[in-house]
């Protein structure tokens, strides 16, 4: 069930990505970002309810809080980096580092993986930066940041990724999503405060509706990412949820029309044998 829901997550991050992504070419990022968390926000909680939490502790809420703060930061960086850099640098070291952090922590807690599952985690991760990879084709203008800076800044926000997913996997099965809606009301509440202060908040007839839809999509994405997390071994349920440039990829491919480069084709097998081999261990 741990892959199933996992794999599930990265089909709808992947799909919320890429309608956040098409969005950001015409709307400001920052906007992009506070219509996505409310829309998932909207999404999320009604789920929720119905699904409840027999036991919702202090301990459970405050986690789910804690991670808020370091992903909303981690979503301005992450976005503020993709309007100033390239694709290809920012996605596959945040998505690199998000994958990493929790599989880090979960070896150091003592948590042990057979063999198999060990190299399929190995396998899915070397298999991002490949599928996500990209080389740039426009000329850098005055206003781009520097390589050093959009890794620096991807790492960071990489971190603030990967926070999510350790400190949601670090709760109790009975406390629900709740602790991702708290998640959700803090990353709100900061991409907010920063696009007011901005003046950047966006009005009822400018609202982002690729961003809305993308944002439905990171709720279902959420749902399943936190019942994941909260279920399975956190190496597992964490790799997996990072598997979502497959989803993107397709999607620019389908509707974009754009190609698979033969690094991108060999991230792909590798991920489908990480899959299966997490799956049969």
Same mark, same amino acid.
């Given at each position: ?37 409310? %829309?998932? +926000?909207? *999404?999320? #909680?009604? !789920? @929720? ?6 036991? /919702? =502790? ?40 998000? %994958?990493? +952090?929790? *599989?880090? #922590?979960? !070896? @150091? ?6 063999? /198999? =599952? ?164």
């Amino acid at each position: 069930m741990t892959v199933l829901l996992a794999l599930l997550a990265s089909g709808f991050i992947g799909i919320s990505d890429f309608f956040g992504g098409t969005a950001s070419r015409t709307h400001s990022s920052l906007q992009v970002t506070v219509v996505l968390h409310v %829309a998932t +926000l909207a *999404t999320l #909680v009604p !789920i @929720a309810i119905v699904l409840g939490a027999s036991d /919702l =502790t202090l301990h459970d809420a405050a986690i789910g809080a804690a991670s808020g703060l370091a992903t909303g930061v981690a979503y301005v960086g992450f976005f503020a980096a993709i309007g100033h850099g390239r694709i290809g640098i920012v996605v596959p070291v945040s998505a690199a580092m998000t %994958a990493l +952090l929790p *599989t880090v #922590v979960g !070896i @150091a807690e003592g948590n042990a993986l057979p063999t /198999l =599952t060990a190299i399929g985690v190995l396998c899915a991760l070397m298999s991002i930066p490949l599928i996500a990879y990209e080389v740039g084709h426009d000329e850098a203008s005055s206003d781009d940041w520097t390589v050093a800076r959009q890794i620096a800044v991807s790492v960071l926000c990489g971190v603030g990724f990967g926070a999510f997913f350790v400190c949601i996997g670090h709760t109790s099965q009975d406390a629900g999503l709740w602790p991702t809606v708290g998640n959700l009301v803090v990353a709100a509440t900061v991409t907010g405060a920063i696009a007011i202060a901005r003046g950047v908040i966006p009005g009822s007839g400018s609202i982002p509706r690729l961003a809305v839809a993308g944002g439905v999509a990171l709720g279902i994405a959420d749902t399943c990412l936190t019942t994941a997390l909260q279920r399975g071994p956190l190496t597992v349920a964490s790799v997996l949820g990072n598997l979502y440039p497959l989803v993107t990829i397709a999607l620019g491919v389908a509707l974009l029309g754009e190609r698979i480069r033969p690094w991108q084709g060999a991230g792909i097998a590798l991920a489908i044998s990480g899959v299966v081999m997490i799956a049969a261990g």
